[in-house]
């Protein structure tokens, strides 16, 4: 934008400074006329020569000429490059006055087609009064046209340099940010798991950035530590009370010691579910994990069909070198909870399929099972909500899977299977950079 307001102020610049050369031009040249011009017996008599070989090429755009204005004056002189051509029409004073140099400026249309630019003047020529009128004549096409090679040349050349410099700058910009981009890749690294620290060997400049960025990654993976260290701690403490619960319920016995035991289990098992979510919190917001999908699944797979032997357990797999961005302990846990609950309820075949996401993996596990009527799934995934009492189970399967997977920024889907006709639960999961 700049180079094209540089160009147009140019362009005018020059473009007034050529019109008002011009005009000098046919000035001096009408002096040039004038001096030359005498009377003789009361006839125009003279040879004018401005000088200008153009004033004798005809129809050339160049001319001159002088014409009696008073009675006693008779005659009338011509440039050669008029030729045979009648005289230049002039606009009359009322229209174009004479200015205080007693001179008067004009544009007409010329004998060949160009535009005439007209300097024009009135002198006494002798002391009868004889009076004749002076016109220089100069084809303004021409210098209009000078002025448009002129202002197209400027472009180009400017439109050369603005395209070089932007190309310069663009390089030197590329060039520039290279350590940048290094500090992206790097930290695409770290996220992928692949590395645990930024490469410090940078410019000074950017140098600072990345130790302070280390500093940052040593400072979270602290945190995480700790926060482990502190769910292990938690964990360790509340077993042995919820285990004295337990023994206890077993010594009273009968309805009492049932409750007793059901609710002891119920809070070993939200207790896990919680410690399982502060975990898988912990290491999201700080060092992302690496788990290999397939043989997680394969293994998962071969432990149901023990559990189930009646049930055909089926695994589809479309993305074979599948890696989780996660950790193994928590693929696990969430697939493993969805086979369990199929195992349970489907009546011949358990199929898990492994494919790709658009932004990750796809995990699906249906079931021939009774599935879940729409209004059913919701509480499917309310924590403790049990929809079959005949079936064992505390009610926190699918709410442990959902509260997961979202953990991880994924998402889960229940719904009904339509091939085998019972439950399908599909959940998308991040993947790792290879």
């Known amino acids: 934008m700049s180079f094209f307001a540089i160009a147009t102020i140019i362009s005018a610049l ?39 070989v153009r004033y004798a090429s005809p129809l050339s755009g160049w001319y001159w000429s002088v014409e009696p204005v008073t009675d006693n004056l008779k005659g009338a002189l011509r440039s050669v490059s008029l030729g045979d ?3 230049i029409d002039a606009p009359s004073t009322l229209n174009v006055p004479f200015d205080t140099s007693f001179q008067r400026k004009y544009t007409v249309p010329g004998p060949n087609g160009q535009q005439l630019s007209v300097v024009e003047t009135e002198v006494v020529l002798d002391a009868e009064n004889r009076v004749a009128r002076f016109r220089v004549m ?29 190309l310069i700058n663009a ?76 023994n206890e319920s077993r ?36 060092v992302v994990f690496r788990a290999p999908v397939t043989p997680i699944l ?13 049930v055909d357990v089926q695994f589809l797999n479309y993305m074979d070198d599948a890696i989780f961005a996660g950790e193994q302990e928590d693929l696990e846990e969430i697939v493993g909870n969805l086979l369990e609950n199929a195992g349970k309820w489907g009546r011949s075949i358990v199929r898990l399929t492994l494919a790709k996401a658009d932004n990750g993996l796809e995990i699906s596990v249906a079931d021939d099972g ?49 091939d085998l006709g019972g439950l399908n639960a599909r959940l998308t999961l991040p993947v790792a950079g290879n």
Request: proline letters at 4%; aromatic letters at 4%.
């Open 14 to 52: 020059y473009g007034d400074a050529r019109l008002k050369s011009f005009q000098q031009l046919l000035s001096a040249h009408l002096f040039s006329v004038i001096a030359s011009v005498s009377v003789n017996e009361g006839t125009l008599a003279g040879r004018p020569d401005p000088g200008e």
């Open 85 to 87: 051509t009648t005289m």
């Open 138 to 166: 100069g084809n303004l096409s021409e210098v209009e046209g000078e002025i448009a090679d002129f202002r197209n040349t400027l472009y180009f050349y400017l439109g050369i340099f603005a395209l070089g410099g932007t």
């Open 171 to 246: 390089a030197v910009i590329l060039f520039g940010l290279r350590p940048l981009d290094r500090v992206r890749r790097s930290l695409a690294e770290i996220r992928e798991g692949k590395v645990s620290r930024l490469n410090e060997n940078l410019p000074l400049e950017i140098a600072p950035l990345a130790r302070e960025m280390n500093a940052l990654i040593d400072n979270n993976r602290r945190i995480m530590e700790r926060s482990r260290t502190q769910v292990g701690n938690l964990a360790h403490s509340l077993k042995t009370p919820l285990s004295v619960l337990v």
């Open 251 to 286: 010594t009273i016995g009968g309805a009492e010691g049932r409750i007793i035991a059901e609710q002891s289990a119920a809070m070993q098992d939200q207790v896990q579910h919680y410690l399982q979510r502060a975990r898988v919190a912990a290491q999201r917001d700080s």
């Open 298 to 310: 394969k293994r998962l797979v071969r432990v149901t069909a023990k559990l189930n032997p009646a």
């Open 370 to 418: 009774p599935g879940l009527a729409p209004e059913e799934i919701k509480d499917a995934l309310t924590r403790g909500k049990r929809l079959d009492e005949t079936k064992p189970g505390t009610g926190l399967g699918l709410s442990i899977v959902h509260d997961t997977v979202r953990e991880y920024g994924g998402t889960l889907w229940l719904e009904r299977s339509a």
